[in-house]
């Protein structure tokens, strides 16, 4: 489990970034797989969720988790709220509940978790490419803003994703962003004719542009296989017909 200094900071929350280490999964899914979404064993993939939560050390029946879909749609936990486990398809949870892990599944997309210590609102994205394109970052702040959350109170971590230089996009897809933005020509870099894109940084752009400050980006890339995270784009490599997913999560404790 790697922490964020910056919300290592909070005695009242827990949190953490997972890799693949620790777990009880077989072969490609080896070791920590917690997807629910792969096609490994049920049992293994349950085990693994109980280990999370064990390494958290919270009694919670379950770790809250949604059918992502690489959309900018979220959905909000109050106190009281009563939604079955994996029952919405969305990419970012929002949550003000006690004791209650909320997680998101990545394999190369960025984790992003979020607290604001003055409203006590935490939340877990989820933005690959097409999420943070779509605009899920910003929605989820502007919702935590209208919850009351404030920028000068929050902290954002951007963790382990896939890093620049491991990833090699399309003309299509560089001529995609800047036709949204000129701007965005700042996150493309062209190496021996071939086009790479920082995911992590154009994440904080959208971050940053919410006037919130105190942003962490881990730098820690899941592409390379010495970091020991699942990846999407290394199993496509390998010629895998599946991949395992990494795990973040954060509770109000």
């Known amino acids: 489990m790697i922490k964020s200094k910056k919300l290592s900071k909070f005695s009242e929350?827990?949190?953490?970034?997972?890799?693949?280490?620790?777990?009880?999964?077989?072969?490609i899914y080896k070791s920590l797989n917690c997807g629910i979404g792969s096609k490994d064993k049920k049992k293994y993939i349950k085990n693994n969720l109980q280990i999370v939560k064990s390494k958290l050390r919270t009694k919670s029946?379950?770790?809250?988790?949604?059918?992502?879909?690489?959309?900018?749609?979220?959905?909000?936990?109050?106190?009281n709220s009563r939604f079955k486990n994996r029952s919405i398809k969305a990419d970012a949870i929002i949550s003000e509940k006690i004791k209650m892990p909320i997680a998101v599944l990545t394999a190369d997309c960025a984790p992003i978790l979020i607290y604001d210590k003055s409203r006590k609102i935490i939340a877990a994205v989820h933005a690959g490419w097409k999420g943070a394109y779509k605009g899920i970052v910003r929605k989820v702040i502007k919702f935590m803003l209208i919850k009351g959350c404030s920028?000068?109170?929050?902290?954002?971590?951007?963790?382990?994703?896939?890093?620049?230089?491991?990833?090699?996009?399309k003309k299509q897809f560089r001529e995609k962003f800047l036709k949204?933005?000129?701007?965005?020509?700042?996150?493309?870099?062209v190496k021996k004719n071939k086009i790479y894109f920082d995911l992590a940084n154009y994440i904080k752009k959208q971050v940053k542009s919410n006037l919130i400050k105190n942003i962490e980006i881990m730098n820690i890339?899941?592409?390379?296989k010495r970091n020991n995270f699942f990846s999407a784009r290394r199993s496509l490599k390998l010629n895998h017909n599946d991949y395992g997913r990494n795990i973040s999560i954060i509770m109000i404790n």
């Open 13 to 27: 929350i827990s949190h953490g970034f997972f890799n693949k280490n620790g777990g009880v999964s077989k072969g």
């Open 221 to 224: 890339d899941t592409f390379n």
């Open 61 to 79: 029946r379950q770790i809250f988790l949604v059918k992502q879909t690489h959309s900018n749609k979220y959905v909000f936990l109050s106190k």
């Open 151 to 169: 920028p000068k109170n929050m902290t954002v971590a951007i963790g382990p994703c896939i890093s620049e230089k491991n990833y090699e996009v």
């Open 180 to 189: 949204k933005e000129r701007q965005n020509i700042i996150f493309f870099s």
